[in-house]
């Protein structure tokens, strides 16, 4: 008979995330996993694979959770383009409230670029789930006429991702939340 797990899987799995986000794959060992999630080298094996089963895992989580936060802020702001305000209003508070901010989906494209074929696989789908709503969000936009009605949308988006890309690396990098907020109002200033 199997024995119980003893830890709770939730907060292994953000243990990990944490780490993988500062540390990317190869600069994380599995011993440092093994400390920050408090579980066993067996208990890993059993519940996650290896190291890298791990690292994807995490990836995933990481990429739908944060790709989802980053959607339910922008649909539930009373007009289409504050929606999109206040999601990267909301990314930025979460990203300079931290002592350590990171972004994992960053991290592993800076890492492995398009050398890994399933971890590019996962930022590829990240990045088309938010570009997709960033679509919507502005076609909704410029319907309501809060932005230029001649803005291409797909451009548009493509060019907010670019800009949350940047202040995902701009946060890490140690910039102050007023330059961050700054730089995100004058993106979205420019769409109207």
């Not at 993988?20 to 400390?35: D, I």
């Not at 409230?97 to 592993?108: D, E, I, M, R, Y």
């Not at 932005?147 to 670019?162: C, E, S, V």
């Amino acid at each position: 008979m199997a024995r119980p797990k003893e830890f709770d899987g939730e907060v292994a799995m953000a243990a990990a995330i944490a780490l993988f986000s500062q540390h990317g794959f190869e600069g994380t060992s599995t011993e440092a996993l093994l400390r920050a999630m408090r579980i066993s080298r067996q208990s890993l094996y059993d519940t996650f694979g290896d190291k890298r089963q791990l690292y994807l895992a995490a990836l995933r989580r990481y990429n739908e959770d944060n790709v989802a936060d980053f959607i339910s802020a922008m649909t539930a702001a009373p007009t289409p383009l504050t929606g999109v305000e206040s999601a990267f209003m909301a990314f930025i508070a979460k990203a300079v409230a931290s002592a350590h901010p990171s972004c994992l989906g960053v991290s592993a494209i800076c890492e492995f670029g398009r050398a890994d074929a399933e971890i590019a696989a996962m930022g590829d789908a990240a990045a088309h789930t938010l570009a997709h709503a960033l679509e919507r969000q502005l076609t909704a936009a410029q319907a309501a006429g809060e932005m230029d009605a001649h803005t291409d949308i797909p451009t548009a988006a493509a060019f907010l991702g670019a800009t949350l890309a940047g202040l995902k690396v701009s946060a890490r990098a140690g910039t102050g939340a007023e330059i961050l907020r700054s730089v995100a109002r004058l993106a979205l200033r420019s769409l109207k």
